[in-house]
């Protein structure tokens, strides 16, 4: 049972909850970089919550079925066809031997997530399935996919929820508002420069990717000059290079670095910057470290359910 | 005592423990015994540990530890200042075949510094080397402790591949690249031995706070030596302090 991939799409990858444990010795994390969508098409396909899926970006794959599967496309609507019937994002459907599943571009979100009942059956390295192309880690030879490859689909029971069955998941729209609690080093940058990230509202550059949204807006002035001795870095860490114009650290990021980071994104804020596109707009909004850690814990105990 | 560090909140999943504002020995040493201390109590949700020179930051899942326990296990860790784990350190004695095909810029190294290629090696195969932090690629060793007269800069056009194992001087740092990358540094040499393997448990052998030996060998050796690597029969020597 597999998927065998006709077209790949420009970024088509295998990843899943990220390799926890290892960032000590220097290895990202990786992983999905939208979880809600992840999550959510997992717990409708009743799969380990960690299961495998196919993450693609702005353009989607062709790909065939060589048995029968149920499968998921969550997140951005990219024009998913069973042959020739439209389906929709978030919902479940069907496939029979044979079928083609093709997917165009992106016509909300930026990312669509690929899954399907089982999970896609990869080998684990350091606990994890997840494609890390810069240390040629896991996924498909630790590279992105290509024409020809065969994914084998782990064996699974039949449960699932019902064919059309579907979740709610909104892709942004306008300008979108990420949450962020201000440190590690907001000490570092004057007044003026905190009000100015709170307020500003930022665009989505080109030369963002899975490892940083790089942004454009007026530029920060640190007071102590814009590095520090190297640290360590969270998922929606916001770093602020010499340009003083911030970029948020995302699922591919070095484990660590030496730009002062102004503020942290929202664990849950973070499925939608994934979703965000090159010339979308971002607003930072100023949460305080309990309100955050509330809505983390809100948010987690959603995820794994429906 | 009063408190020689300060908590850092990094948003609602992490938080840095950052001691001191300098690259010191000393300061690196607290926060490796700080950060083996918490390992050590194998709390859940404590998802990475990421030790750094003067800092570590721990990821976690709020869901798994709430923040009240979070941080009385950090200042727990953070309190002993008599360092019960600075004694649990490995050397690792790593072969260099150093100059020739093997070290490009051996010569480079040793015309920079006014002196003989083979003193070059001997200044950098006598000195002991600790690891302050891995990162950058997985496995990348920040060593502290380079001979200040082999300081070299960077070289002006970087090379595009650097090849696994090579050894090489950058500024004031030297260290090992654990896999092919494009790079800037100075190669005086180059390891047969693979520190980063990704099959093997750990993928990386050494750990922060680790101390690194170089050894010079011959070029019969390294072939030797890249032959065993291959068929699974060589162990690098360590040494327990």
Redesign the interface.
């Known amino acids: 049972m597999a998927l065998e991939i006709i077209n790949p799409g420009p970024l088509s990858t295998v990843q899943d909850g990220g390799g926890?444990?290892?960032?000590?010795?220097?290895?990202p994390?990786a992983g999905v970089m939208d979880d809600y969508s992840f999550y959510k098409a997992n717990a409708l396909l009743h799969n380990d919550p960690n299961a495998a899926v196919i993450e693609m970006t702005m353009l989607g794959v062709k790909a065939k079925f060589t048995a029968p599967c149920r499968f998921v496309a969550a997140g951005g609507d990219f024009g998913g066809m069973l042959n020739d019937t439209p389906i929709r994002p978030n919902t479940v459907y069907q496939a029979a031997a044979g079928d083609l599943l093709s997917f165009g571009a992106a016509k909300s979100g930026c990312r669509c997530y690929l899954a399907v009942k089982g999970g896609f059956d990869v080998p684990m390295?350091?606990g994890s399935r997840s494609t890390d192309i810069k240390?040629?880690?896991g996924g498909v030879d630790g590279r992105k996919l290509q024409k020809g490859d065969l994914l084998p689909i782990c064996p699974a029971d039949t449960d699932a929820s019902p064919n059309g069955a579907s979740f709610h998941n909104p892709m942004p729209q306008g300008v979108a508002r990420l949450r962020?609690?201000p440190?590690?080093?907001d000490d570092a940058f004057t007044a003026d420069d905190l009000v100015l990230f709170f307020s500003q509202p930022y665009t989505v550059t080109a030369e963002s990717d899975r490892m940083g949204m790089k942004l454009d807006g007026a530029p920060l002035q640190s007071k102590n000059g814009m590095d520090i001795?190297?640290?360590?870095?969270?998922?929606?860490?916001v770093q602020v290079p010499r340009s003083g114009k911030p970029i948020v650290l995302m699922a591919d990021r070095?484990?660590?670095g030496g730009y002062a980071?102004i503020?942290?994104?929202?664990?849950?804020d973070l499925h939608i910057a994934a979703q965000l596109r090159p010339a979308d707009r971002v607003q930072f909004v100023k949460t305080d470290?309990?309100a955050?850690?509330a809505?983390?814990?809100a948010y987690?105990?959603t995820l794994y359910s429906l | 005592m009063k408190k020689d560090y300060r908590i850092?909140?990094?948003?609602?999943?992490?938080v840095?423990v950052?001691f001191g504002?300098?690259?010191s020995p000393e300061i690196n040493a607290r926060v490796a015994s700080a950060a083996a201390r918490l390992a050590d109590m194998r709390l859940d949700g404590i998802?990475?540990?990421?030790?750094?020179?003067?800092?570590?930051?721990v990821?976690y899942?709020?869901?798994a530890i709430d923040?009240g326990a979070l941080l009385h296990a950090l200042r727990k860790a953070c309190k002993a200042k008599k360092d019960m784990n600075s004694g649990k350190k490995t050397v690792f004695y790593i072969p260099v075949a150093y100059g020739s095909e093997f070290g490009p810029d051996l010569h480079n190294v040793a015309a920079h510094a006014g002196i003989t290629p083979l003193e070059v090696v001997r200044r950098h195969a006598t000195r002991e080397y600790m690891i302050y932090?891995?990162?950058?690629?997985?496995?990348?060793p920040y060593l502290s402790g380079m001979d200040p007269s082999l300081e070299t800069p960077r070289l002006e056009n970087p090379r595009t591949a650097i090849p696994v194992g090579a050894v090489g001087i950058g500024g004031k740092q030297t260290g090992i690249y654990?896999?092919a990358s494009p790079g800037g540094w100075n190669l005086i040499g180059r390891t047969p031995v693979r520190p980063y393997d990704?099959?093997q448990a750990?993928?990386?052998i050494y750990?922060?706070g680790d101390i690194i030996r170089f050894v010079p060998i011959t070029r019969a050796e390294y072939t030797r030596i890249a032959a065993e690597v291959k068929n699974g029969a060589y162990k690098i020597k360590t040494e327990a302090r």
């Open positions: 926890k444990g290892y960032m000590q010795a220097g290895f994390r390295i350091m240390c040629r880690l962020a609690v440190g590690p080093q001795i190297s640290d360590g870095i969270a998922f929606g860490a070095q484990t660590v980071k503020a942290t994104v929202l664990t849950c470290l309990a955050a850690q809505a983390a814990v987690r105990k | 850092l909140p990094c948003g609602d999943s992490a840095t950052q504002d300098v690259i998802e990475d540990i990421i030790p750094t020179y003067r800092s570590f930051t990821c899942d709020p869901c923040s932090m891995l990162g950058f690629l997985p496995g990348f654990p896999i990704p099959q750990p993928p990386v750990k922060a």
